[in-house]
């Protein structure tokens, strides 16, 4: 099955906009992230004596990484205050572009070294320092939140939905690895303008910082300007937020959330901590900083070619092994960034190693897998919890790698107006230290904790969903929806696809056996799935292949569609909705390609069956054989 429609010019624009938007606000995380800690190192203090001066990038370090933990705990804040925004240009737009243009503001003021205050008065400089670096995050927050939050709102098919995505991650790769290209040009171009050296100085990084922020500024205005929300979309509410408490309980209370991000956080902390001193290396270790800028375009084109790969990898190489083949690359990379960085093409082939990586992906997937372990576990879907793991990690490693990054440009002498001349053996064995041989060791050892510690692989995945579906059709695991009550009610259930009524004990499971549970199966003629009552989506299985969806009267139902389907991954299944959302009698929920299922050699049922069957005390008007249109009355049921 194909869906194929021609977008109309808006379509285009949106996506367009929507794609541009994550180039400038990517950028501008990059300048923020990693090339303002080098500006704290290199400019912010010219003029004052070393020690000072590292005292100061000391302090100014720590507050950043301060900030950064803080942001771990606003930001589900920050989430709530976005939900419940309402103006006539939506909810998400005003904290787009206000949240660029007084972040884009406050980062320049930054840029100035606070207009050379620390020359002056250096508690003011610290206390004006904290003021402003913790408004601007916020600001960034905001503007961030929104601009990821605003997908839904775009559209209401989950295919477009993942359009937006692949399209904002794409412009966002653009953006972060764009910056390695042009930072040392830019620097260098307008000190000189500034100054008349060639060199990287405070002139330098302020337009630097300026261009960017302009960019960004730019891109925030495209997406208000080009994309439209959807007032019909029925979006999470602020209630669905995450804390940073229920983060690590969801941790710790499943094994197969803790070693994952376990072994993420050791990728993570290594990739960011190297990537952050790159700059250092070239202007310090190697002293050519003008060749800086390889950087960028190496790991833009692999990054390019590593996210469609993915996919077509995993057909024939389990996702456990991809993510120790990109450790084992980065690792090879380490050692010849530490032996062999005289030799340009060897540095270049390493630079190729180090980004070969699907650690993120690989991390997002099983994270998403162990959701349904966690269920199996304990009866308990923890979707939006285990879903913020990894960026609060990504997140908690950004904080980790501005802090280290300026403790290593202070240990190995890299700051103020140092050159590379200046380096001695115990600077070079410093720098190595910290930026690759521990970065090292923390690569080797999360493949160690893939390796034994991970277990939920896709085959493993696929049988705890079989466990689970079982479980829920025999009624041994209840949603948080489920409410005792003693008095009958009553439920009309209408087809929700066309085709013949097949009673599911004629329906073989996949272990040969009878399809467990109570309900009914339709032998498909149709690719369409529609809800087959008023009532609430409560959950998706990660292999899209069924879903929990609970009556306004309180039934709770599990729809499941084929046989053996699990295995497919979710390739062929399109929801179109969320998780969550109110729905009503006859809405479209789902395509599915039934010429694919049967190519994969399973069968295309769909069966309805439900998720408390000691609560079902009679069913009525279900004929067996009868065929059916979608939206036909299928069966009356009494329920408890």
Request: charge should be neutral.
């Amino acid at each position: 099955m194909t869906h194929s429609h021609k977008l109309t010019g808006k379509q285009l624009i949106s996506r367009a906009s929507f794609c541009f938007g994550n180039l400038g606000h990517s950028a501008f995380y990059g300048v923020m992230s990693t090339y303002f800690i080098i500006f704290v190192t290199s400019g912010m203090f010219a003029g004052l004596s070393k020690t000072v001066a590292n005292k100061l990038i000391g302090l100014i370090t720590g507050l950043i990484v301060s900030v950064r933990i803080l942001e771990l705990l606003i930001d589900p804040l920050l989430g709530n205050i976005v939900d419940n925004t309402k103006t006539r240009w939506g909810k998400f737009k005003p904290w787009i572009l206000m949240g660029n243009i007084v972040s884009a503001i406050l980062l320049l003021i930054l840029f100035t070294g606070i207009f050379g205050l620390a020359k002056y008065n250096w508690v003011l400089f610290a206390i004006l320092f904290v003021i402003i670096f913790v408004t601007f995050d916020i600001f960034y927050s905001f503007s961030d939140v929104s601009y990821w939050g605003m997908v839904p709102a775009l559209s209401e098919d989950s295919e477009e939905r993942g359009v937006y995505t692949a399209l904002g991650a794409f412009a966002g790769t653009l953006g972060w690895n764009g910056l390695t290209i042009i930072v040392v040009p830019i620097v260098t171009t307008f000190t000189y303008l500034a100054t008349g050296h060639h060199r990287q100085g405070p002139a330098g990084w302020f337009a630097f910082a300026a261009i960017i922020s302009a960019l960004a500024v730019i891109c925030a205005l495209v997406v208000c300007v080009g994309t439209k929300e959807n007032y019909n979309v029925i979006r999470k509410s602020a209630q669905d937020k995450t804390t940073i408490r229920e983060v690590f309980s969801a941790i710790f209370h499943n094994d197969q959330i803790l070693w994952p991000s376990l072994a993420y956080l050791l990728y993570s902390c290594a990739y960011v901590v190297t990537n952050g001193v790159l700059f250092y290396l070239y202007k310090f270790v190697i002293g050519k900083p003008g060749e800086f800028w390889i950087v960028g375009v190496i790991a833009t084109i692999i990054g390019f070619c590593t996210s469609p790969l993915y996919p077509i990898l995993n057909k024939f190489i389990p996702r456990k092994w991809l993510f120790i083949g990109g450790q084992v690359c980065m690792s090879l990379a380490y050692l010849i960034f530490i032996f062999a960085r005289s030799n340009v093409l060897m540095m270049d082939f390493g630079l190729v190693l180090f980004n070969i990586n699907f650690a993120q992906l690989v991390t997002v997937l099983t994270l998403t897998d162990a959701i349904e372990y966690g269920q199996l576990k304990s009866g308990q879907r923890n979707e939006a919890v285990v879903l913020a793991v990894r960026p609060m990690i990504d997140k908690l490693t950004g904080a980790i790698s501005n802090g280290l990054v300026g403790y290593i440009a202070i240990a190995a002498g890299m700051t103020g107006s140092a050159t590379a001349a200046d380096m001695t053996g115990h600077d070079i064995r410093t720098f190595d230290s910290m930026a690759f041989y521990i970065p090292l060791a923390l690569a080797v050892l999360s493949i160690f904790v893939f390796l034994f510690k991970v277990k939920l692989s896709e085959e493993v995945h696929a049988e705890v969903v079989e466990e689970l579906k079982d479980k829920l059709a025999q009624g041994e695991l209840t949603s948080e929806a489920t409410t005792s009550s003693t008095s009958l009610k009553e439920e009309t259930i209408y087809a929700p696809t066309d085709g013949e009524l097949v009673a599911i004990k004629e329906v073989v499971d996949r272990d040969g056996q009878p399809f467990p549970g109570k309900g009914f199966a339709i032998k498909p003629t149709s690719d369409k799935l529609y809800a087959p009552f008023d009532g609430k989506i409560n959950f998706t299985f990660g292999t899209r292949h069924a879903f929990g969806i609970t009556s306004d009267k309180g039934l709770e139902m599990i729809v499941h569609i084929g046989v053996g389907t699990v295995n497919m991954r979710g390739e062929g299944f399109n929801a179109r909705y969320n998780d969550g959302q109110i729905i009503k009698k006859g809405q479209l929920l789902f395509d599915f390609d039934r010429e694919l299922i049967k190519q994969s050699g399973y069968e295309d049922w769909v069966i309805t069956f439900f998720a408390q069957p000691h609560n079902i005390e009679a069913t009525a008007g279900f004929t067996p054989g009868k065929l059916v249109k979608h939206g036909d009355k299928v069966v009356t049921v009494e329920f408890k």
